[in-house]
DNA sequence: CTGTTAGCGCATTCAG
DNA sequence: CTGAATGCGCTAACAG
């Protein structure tokens, strides 16, 4: 770091203050001595220093989006969005990841409230089961967005997708083609996404007077053999489901990896749906249908929704909840469907 | 931002200064003291300000990784590895999209020249054919650490992959399985990863005495739809080639896709073979082969290179570069190959 | 329209 | 071992 605002004010004979008002294009400030200052300073490519500006001003222009992971489509479209609209408002975008572990997020969000950022962007962790480090964060005034696995029994902003009609939808696809026992495979008991999958499951059972067995419905973690066993031990058995569905994609493809070694055949004897954002569906199995979520557009709204809440300053603590909709895509077929 | 170090001074009726030193572990500070300090800190929550910090000490424990795309699982495992060491180190990740856009490289590398970030991690845009901008950067004493497209006319740290070995083990590969005609597709002339890629692929032709047909080398861009029609053009005809070599993931899916448009089977009339990481192998057509790099461990070590420098500073400009291995993985058949 | 002055919160001289 | 004083680079009163 070189040339600062004093050294330019030096090169043409005028306040610092002067130079920082050109620069920032006060009204008080004359359009010849701007055009004089711009240019010296493009000349001598002077680079203002944004620690002291968010020092001074108290903002940083900067976001952090905190994720459960990031090797998986629906949050790697996420960001795209998110880093879309951050760039187009000149806001700067940290990442961090949790793991999916509760004691990482912790970690991060008691970190975040030293200032760094501006707004956070969150998506829970699959074991986060207690809020208090986000009720923490929120009270010292930073907003925080919730965005796909929202929390809430927090009071604020949340961007998700329309996982009930979704969880339905998944289900009574797999009614219709002839599935009476169908399993229902969960990430964990915590998550909104998973709680309102699994109520769009039971509704479409009920719908279609179909018992529900809990012993259909399986609790999954982020260990991916272990989740391979629960679904070996589930499906290695005469009296094994004839539907799958599966409330996120590693667990839809965890579930086909075990059909394909344990020889079931897909879709003859077992069925699979799942939620995914793989965006390669033609090189998929053509029998495994997905449900599929608006990622990209989750994360713009998201940081539209953020960035929304740091520039109008007057805007008290809005609860909005934005529901966007998932598609089903049913292989085998071109038909799509939105719904609600 | 509430308590500061001059409150928490106040609460223990020390100075400023003291409590500073004892926040940072500093030898002049009794055991006693620094225990006082901070266990008050704790008490009152204190949380220090990272850009008063920052600006004090001309540095941010904060990198910027910049990068042509994300939903690429490729550049998401890369990431993967760079946030965990950083976060490890107690640095803050910053990231940058250009869309493989080169104008976006230039806006976000002259940024980056205002002190924002300590380091750089950099991953070339398609389009970028000239380097003025990195240059730049570099000259104001950023370090800037290259991965994957690396920019080999600037001297410095690489961390990048056996590319023209993968590129030579892939094509050997097709020509194995009996391809008489194989097509190259690229996805820029410019990109290192390409030329060493397609190097690899002469060679190997030469190898087996297999003519280099120029018409087979074909180039492609960021537009997906276009991208098909060359594709689509190069395979709907009499003399198509027999085997084809995606230099990129992209460019094998949309291969894959535009066989299943032509109806041409897979692997009987064409092979594919291409650059991906896909961690979802087993859901593949069994018949496209891939080339997998090692995605985690190169942003692991391109983190771990950059934060070196950043860490030892009597270290001068160090032009190390390393080279991991890539995998080839021959679809329908368990073996896997590493080479070199 | 422009200049002077006073900090933002912290780290680091320099004195004791 | 601790305290007083200075300034990182910038913005925002408060004057003129």
């Known amino acids: 770091m070189n ?6 004010a030096k090169h043409l004979r005028l306040s610092i203050s ?22 010296m300073a493009a000349q001598l490519n002077y680079q203002p220093n944004p620690y002291a500006s968010s020092l001074r001003k108290n ?3 900067t976001i952090a ?55 956070v962007l969150l998506s829970l962790s699959a074991e986060t089961n207690k809020y208090d480090h986000l009720v923490n964060l929120k009270a ?40 009476k026992k169908i399993a229902y495979l969960d990430l964990s008991r915590h998550l909104s996404i998973s709680s309102k999958r699994m109520q769009g499951y039971v509704a479409a059972l009920n719908k279609h ?6 012993r259909l419905i399986m609790q999954f973690s982020n260990d991916v053999s272990a989740n391979e066993e629960v679904i070996t031990d589930a499906l290695d058995s005469s009296d094994r489901p004839d539907g799958i569905f599966a409330s996120v994609e590693k667990l839809a493809i965890a579930s086909y990896n075990v059909c394909e070694k344990l020889k079931i055949n897909i879709p003859e004897q077992v069925k699979i749906i799942g939620f ?11 029998s495994l249908s997905t449900i599929t979520q608006p990622a ?19 805007m008290t603590d809005v609860h909005e909840t934005i529901i966007l909709k998932s598609t089903l895509i049913p292989r085998g077929s071109t038909k799509v469907t939105s719904f609600k």
């Open 140 to 179: 010292t005034g930073i907003p925080v967005v919730f965005f796909d696995r929202i929390c809430e029994s927090i009071p604020g902003s949340c961007i998700t997708t329309d996982d009930f009609e979704g969880g339905f939808a998944a289900t009574e696809h797999l009614i219709l083609c002839k599935c």
């Open 209 to 214: 007077n179909i018992h529900v067995d809990e």
């Open 3 to 8: 040339v600062d605002i004093k050294m330019l």
């Open 59 to 61: 903002k940083s222009k």
């Open 65 to 119: 989006v905190v994720i459960p992971e990031i090797t998986n489509n629906f949050f790697a479209l996420a960001i795209n969005g998110i880093e879309y609209i951050s760039q187009e408002k000149k806001y700067h975008v940290l990442i961090y990841l949790t793991h999916e572990s509760l004691l990482k997020e912790i970690e991060v969000a008691n970190h975040l409230q030293n200032g760094r950022v501006d707004g």
């Open 296 to 314: 990209y557009e989750i994360g713009k709204q998201a940081a539209l929704q953020l960035l929304r809440y740091l520039e109008k300053k007057n």
């Open 276 to 286: 995914s954002n793989l965006e390669i569906s033609s090189l998929l199995n053509p």
């Open 18 to 39: 002067t130079v920082s008002r050109a620069l920032r294009d006060s009204y008080e400030i004359s359009a010849k001595t701007k055009q004089r200052v711009k240019e």
